[in-house]
């Protein structure tokens, strides 16, 4: 909050003090794409207060960017994420710091792309809780099952805000309240978390229970379509970023390079893919928390939480555990069929592979995963496999 200091007055002036505000304070919330009269609503002080300290300040309302180089930077977002459509790219831009007047942003992407559009129908359902960190809605996506690959993701439920978003090369609870545990040291424990009947969500439900106590719902678990938050999230997380990684993986086997059955092509695929997948789910989850969300007035998920959470704490409302953080009109074509998401365990079979420490560190230090290559990563798996045969040799694995 803004505060009077009248020690920055100095000599004869009169008038009013000075009113304080914190500089680094406001620098942050103007880069969450906050407006000026929003950011004075947040600090208590008039919007024109903040203008005139945002002039003296020079902070700049938009980034200043040439047509040529806003085209590169849209034709990059679209070369990684090919089905974002204008709100996404929006979001992408804003996360990294970009901010360009909507009527200019829409131009370049005409510019780059054409004037066709990417049409997603918005159906509004009725969803009710009191506020940010309410409920949290976890769950596991299997899409990448066949090589031994998973998705845990979470997201709080009332302000859309994606928590985490990590690929592993298993299912175990340790690894969910690993996440878990993170993303609420980021922004807070919820009250109140809902999953599915997956065994790998047993430990979240224990460490919640212990914070939050028994007898309340702390955790709720029910089928996945009554999870429909994460279950609607998970379409868009496909499209954008796993539908990627599924072809690329196809193309390798349909090439004869790839044998989802061989241990060795299994421990390079996750040498390779594993910080690719989770450096593009950043990517996402960082688009995603900044973009604007027209159900919300254009605020994002990142607006939202801040707004709500400023100078607010939450509120343990009494709930029945059976409909809480279900929305209304839910049904079975949230869930696509693919995965069945209520099993008890999806239990992912543990590479056999065991390198020597040297092995892996010579392997560390030839191939980084992250190279850039216009093959999403191929090319590095094919250098990745012909190495590994070699430090295989030598520790007498084959």
């Known amino acids: 909050m803004a505060s009077i200091d009248s020690t920055e007055e100095s000599g004869p002036a ?27 609503n947040l600090l208590g002080v008039s919007s024109k207060t903040i203008q005139r300290r945002s002039k003296e300040w020079g902070m700049k309302s938009f980034t200043e960017i040439s047509d040529a180089d806003l085209d590169a930077l849209i034709s990059e977002v679209l070369q990684q994420f090919p089905h974002y459509g204008e709100a996404m790219i929006r979001g992408h831009l804003h996360s990294q710091k970009v901010l360009i007047q909507r009527a200019c942003m829409r131009e370049a992407i005409y510019r780059v792309r054409g004037r066709h559009t990417i049409a997603h129908s918005i159906h509004c359902r009725t969803y009710s809780v009191s506020g940010p960190n309410a409920l949290w809605h976890l769950d596991s996506n299997h899409k990448l099952i066949k090589w031994r690959l ?58 919640i229970e212990e914070i939050r106590g028994q007898g309340r719902g702390s955790f709720i678990a029910g089928s996945s379509v009554h999870n429909s938050r994460i279950e609607r999230l998970w379409r868009d997380v496909h499209s954008s970023v796993l539908s990627t990684y599924k072809a690329v993986f196809h193309d390798l086997e349909e090439r004869g390079i790839l044998d989802c059955e061989n ?53 343990d409302e009494t709930v029945d555990p059976s409909v809480y953080g279900r929305e209304e009109e839910e049904n079975e074509e949230i869930n696509d069929g693919e995965d069945n998401q209520d099993m008890d365990t999806v239990v992912v079979p543990t590479n056999l592979v065991q390198l020597s ?20 990563g191929q090319q590095i798996f094919v250098n990745t496999v012909a190495l590994l045969f070699t430090l295989m040799q030598s520790d007498n694995l084959l």
Not at 23 to 39: A, G, N, P, Q, V
Not at 159 to 173: A, D, G, Y
Not at 266 to 277: D, E, G, M, S
């Open 14 to 40: 009169k008038g009013r003090p000075k009113v304080h505000i914190d500089r680094e304070r406001m620098e942050h919330l103007r880069s969450l794409k906050f407006t000026w009269e929003d950011i004075g």
């Open 150 to 207: 998973v998705v845990h993701g979470c997201v709080d439920g009332f302000t859309h805000l994606i928590t985490f978003l990590k690929c592993s090369n298993n299912n175990r609870s340790d690894t969910v309240l690993e996440c878990f545990i993170n993303a609420s040291a980021e922004y807070g424990l919820p009250l109140r978390v809902r999953t599915d009947y997956g065994g790998e969500n047993v430990r979240v439900w224990q460490h």
């Open 263 to 315: 241990e060795a092509d299994i421990f390079a695929l996750h040498y390779v893919f594993i910080p690719r997948i989770n450096k593009s789910l950043k990517l996402f989850q960082e688009a995603w928390n900044s973009h604007p969300l027209s159900t919300e007035n254009n605020k994002s998920p990142l607006q939202l939480y801040h707004s709500y959470s400023q100078g607010s704490s939450l509120f």
């Open 357 to 376: 420490e040297n092995s892996l560190s010579l392997l560390q230090s030839n191939i980084n995963p992250l190279d850039h290559f216009n093959d999403n």
